[in-house]
């Protein structure tokens, strides 16, 4: 069956310094792939996506790219502000509208 | 505005007391899904549905219930809630089976004694 997994947290940072919450999936077909993120007493927010093999999704200042040789879609973002503290996870999407989750990352920056 | 709304927020119940949590989206989406978050598990889904009368068991269905009567609401039910089943309960719907981002409620908070 599908899977993701995500980089065990939580993650710590510094502002302004370079974030990457590592993505790994398993799955049949050619999925979509997704970062969700959630900030505190809030849904999941869409942050970025990318459809097929080598594209970059990019938002914010984040980016991921698709990676099929190495089955990721990691996670990274140059300078990272105390607004990133947040929930992030990693997704992917087959059919149907069925995303399959990873287990999420919290990341918390310092000033 | 296009949204996702989910009542109640938050619900304390006791276990064998039937309950409903609402959902509806405002966006003519096709598809819509439960999901339930526990802590280091992420997000599993429960059900989801196509379209009107159409639905199906997710990841872990087992202890729930849904109904697609109408396009724009996506009831869960809960027929004899047990302490296991205590989470947090997302909606989402999205206009697309595999592309499209889904929106998601603001999610429901139940606890089951």
Redesign the interface.
């Given at each position: 069956g599908n899977s993701?997994t995500q980089m065990e947290g939580p993650v710590t940072l510094s502002e302004e310094a370079f974030l990457t919450i590592n993505c790994t999936y398993t799955a049949t077909g050619y999925p979509?792939l997704?970062w969700y993120v959630q900030y505190p007493g809030?849904?999941?927010?869409?942050l970025l996506?990318a459809?097929k093999a080598d594209d970059k999704g990019s938002n914010k200042g984040f980016e991921a790219t698709y990676r099929k040789e190495t089955t990721s879609f990691h996670l990274e973002k140059g300078s990272v502000q105390v607004s990133d503290s947040a929930v992030y996870?990693c997704?992917l999407?087959?059919?149907?509208?069925?995303?399959?989750?990873?287990?999420?990352t919290i990341l918390t920056v310092h000033p | 505005e296009a949204q996702?709304t989910q009542n109640p927020r938050y619900l304390i119940t006791v276990t064998g007391k039937k309950l409903t949590v609402t959902c509806s989206q405002n966006m003519n989406h096709e598809?819509?899904?439960w999901?339930r978050q526990d802590p280091?598990?992420?997000?599993?889904?429960i059900y989801?549905s196509?379209n009107v009368e159409v639905t199906?068991k997710?990841?872990v269905p087992e202890g729930y219930k849904v109904s697609r009567k109408e396009k724009r609401n996506f009831p869960l039910i809960l027929e004899s809630p047990s302490p296991n089943q205590t989470s947090l309960y997302?909606c989402?719907s999205?206009s697309?089976?595999?592309?499209n981002?889904?929106f998601?409620?603001?999610?429901t908070r139940l606890t089951v004694l």
């Open positions: 993701v979509s997704f809030e849904g999941l927010q869409l996506k459809t996870f997704a999407g087959t059919s149907y509208g069925k995303l399959t989750f990873g287990q999420g | 996702v598809y819509m899904s999901y280091g598990l992420g997000l599993r889904q989801y196509m199906d997710g990841d997302f989402a999205n697309d089976g595999r592309y981002e889904q998601f409620g603001p999610g």
